[in-house]
């Protein structure tokens, strides 16, 4: 589910947060070389969409429906036996699949709309179904989802390519919509098995095998194998290096920290039973739709939910997943900014939330993590900016009109809700 989402500080955040740009010690020109110049040539169109498999009280899984919350109660089979609604079937030419492997497993069994767009109560429903995902977490990777790579209006999103005229309301009068694909949105550089999208001419989304198998490397040497928290962190340092060193137009910016959510999902998601189960390469290979040829290369193919498989027992809360960002990260701080140039790494300067000198501090908490997430889900952006970002305030107070009920307790200071 690597996309865990967003409103990115980065190369895109000179537009959504433009404050980035100003900053001492950040070449503005890094900023603009950045942007995206290039999405996928051509977007599938399935003239038949079909919504997600509409929920069955035979086949209830966690209760999640119409974007609500489920009994975040798991331990659950996925699909059940005799769910015919949910039985995999592999995309067809017509149907779009992105970054995120999470979601197209959940696409690919019809937990999400199997052409691929799909809409912000399809996407709640689904991470608590399949996954078990906390209401609290699954809203809030929904909301920063649709609202950066989707429209607010309809709640509607892909889940690769830019779909703008399905996902659209008003002919696309907020502009256009890229879908997951979207560079330093919801996908960002060092991806665990995509490539940074100025290293691949904008193609940020496809399965890069030989990045799989440097995972399944790190793991291997790291954790016997297994693809656990240890693993994980090791080899997001190494990503995170080899972007330094190779990519000139790398940016890392404080929303980034979602990319070690998405390696947690790994193994607190992926495995059957979640942290009770093993997060052994059958699993990842199942997950990440992969299999190995006769010269041992990694094959890109449909992501696929294992068999006899069980989601997670216990809800995977916004709590959770902070908790495994923090200890993710403190294995391998990083700094926060990016490359002026090929390995000539510039980090940000200028204080943010807890950020202090380009990094997070040592005493930074689970609940620091959440708040800054939060922060940058919400921060607003300057009225005058709106014709040139196309990010309208509206869609800053849609935002806090979704998160601010799960954070009310959550001790941050909480955006005004003017949504009602």
Request: hydrophobic residues 35%.
């Amino acid at each position: 589910m690597q996309s865990l989402s967003l409103i990115l500080l980065s190369a895109s955040a000179a537009t959504a947060y433009p404050w980035v740009a100003r900053q001492p010690g950040v070449d503005s020109s890094m900023l603009s070389r950045a942007q995206p110049v290039k999405r996928q040539d051509t977007c599938p169109f399935n003239a038949n969409h079909q919504p997600a498999a509409p929920f069955n009280s035979k086949f209830p899984y966690t209760g999640a429906q119409n974007g609500l919350p489920g009994t975040q109660v798991g331990g659950i089979k996925v699909p059940a036996d005799g769910d015919t609604a949910h039985a995999f079937q592999a995309p067809g030419p017509n149907d779009i699949r992105g970054p995120c492997p999470g979601l197209n497993a959940a696409a690919n069994h019809n937990f999400l709309a199997r052409d691929g767009v799909t809409t912000f109560a399809e996407l709640v429903d689904a991470q608590q179904n399949l996954y078990n995902v906390g209401y609290d977490l699954a809203t809030l990777l929904a909301t920063l989802g649709v609202a950066l790579d989707g429209d607010i209006g309809t709640g509607k999103l892909s889940i690769g390519c830019d779909a703008t005229s399905r996902t659209a309301s008003l002919g696309g009068v907020l502009g256009r919509q890229p879908g997951l694909n979207g560079h330093n949105k919801f996908e960002a550089d060092t991806s665990l098995t995509r490539n940074d999208y100025f290293l691949a001419n904008g193609d940020n989304y496809s399965f890069n095998g030989t990045l799989f198998g440097n995972m399944k490397a790190v793991a291997d040497r790291v954790s016997g194998g297994n693809f656990d928290r240890n693993a994980l962190a090791a080899y997001r340092s190494q990503r995170y290096d080899e972007s330094v060193q190779e990519n000139p137009n790398f940016f890392f910016g404080p929303l980034s920290l979602l990319l070690f959510g998405a390696s947690s999902f790994l193994y607190e998601l992926f495995p059957s039973y979640g942290p009770e189960g093993v997060p052994d390469l059958a699993t990842m290979k199942s997950f990440f739709g992969t299999s190995q040829d006769s010269n041992g290369n990694w094959q890109a193919g449909p992501e696929k939910i294992p068999a006899n498989w069980f989601n997670r027992r216990a809800a995977y809360t916004n709590n959770d997943v902070t908790l495994e960002i923090l200890a993710q990260y403190v294995q391998y701080p990083k700094l926060f900014g990016g490359n002026v140039g090929t390995n000539n790494f510039d980090a940000l300067s200028t204080p943010f939330g807890i950020i202090r000198d380009g990094k997070l501090p040592d005493d930074a908490t689970a609940g620091d993590i959440l708040c800054l997430l939060y922060q940058l889900a919400t921060s607003s952006v300057p009225s005058s900016l709106t014709t040139v970002t196309n990010i309208p305030l509206s869609l800053i107070n849609w935002s806090a009109g979704k998160l601010n009920p799960n954070f009310k307790n959550a001790g941050c200071a909480l955006a005004p809700d003017q949504t009602s």
